[in-house]
């Protein structure tokens, strides 16, 4: 079977998941390619028997480049396709916004996994949450499902693969789907506060303007925010001369609001036991 798994990742995480996928399929005998959602095109869509879509949790979603992209792609009919997700404890909608648009693109989405990745997210609340995630455990439950997905499709059975998280394929009634349906970019641009530049420490050397998902930043001499900024902070988390910064003030309390252990222990999707730090 050709294999096309596309991903998008910012600090690593999802990568992980995404290369522990494949190596399992390629120690079946199938033919695979792992790529990420910049080299992407409809081509690798089409082209293949599988595809498997993996994105982080972003504001309990998927990452509105991810979405974007999806939702232009092609018919799909004819396809299989399962998804795949890291988050902190409140993913909320994240898997089911992958699978939507490729279900409606015509494709058979068999299911998801999701698990645990760690928060590099720079908001003081936040950031360090779960550390070393995903683990070896994480993986070899990635490994698991990636198996249970070739033993679904080879079976041709269509529809849902035992396995899969049920959030996957339909809309969730949880606290954290409903923020991620509230959460619109409009509402996180205004609610979260635009990197600056530490001029003295910037080089200008583009790194931030090769990274950023949205094409939001240019050179003048140094590095401008368009409007179209979601608040990733990929700039800020990956920049080589820690060159850009932040002031959360209030942003940090509003995100603590919503995102503290306490309501992802009740309201989110952290399991009993499982250890935050
Ligand atoms: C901008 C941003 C927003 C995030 N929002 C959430 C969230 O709403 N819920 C959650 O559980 N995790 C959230 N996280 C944590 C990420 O989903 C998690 O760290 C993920 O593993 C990152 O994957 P990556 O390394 O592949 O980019 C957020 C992280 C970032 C950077």
Redesign the pocket.
Known sequence: MKINIVY????????KVAKSMAEVFQSKGHDVRTLSFKKAVSDVFINCDLIGVGA??????APSPVRELLWDLPDLTGKKAFVF????????KVLYDLAKPLMKKGADVIGGFLC??????PVPC?VGR?PE?PDEEDLAHAKVFAGSVIDHVSSGISGPMPGSRPDALKHGLGF?HI?GDLMNDSLIRLMMPKPKVDSAKCTACGWCVAECPTNSIILDPQPVFAKTCF????CL?GCPEDALMVKWGIANFMVWTL?NQTFERWL??IQKGEKIY
């Open positions: 998008f990742s910012q600090t690593g995480n999802t990568r982080p949790c972003f504001e309990s979603q997700s890291t988050s902190g404890g409140g993913p909320g645990r990745g760690t928060c590099f997210y936040l779960f995630r954290y923020i608040r990733c902070y990929r988390t995102y989110g999707d």
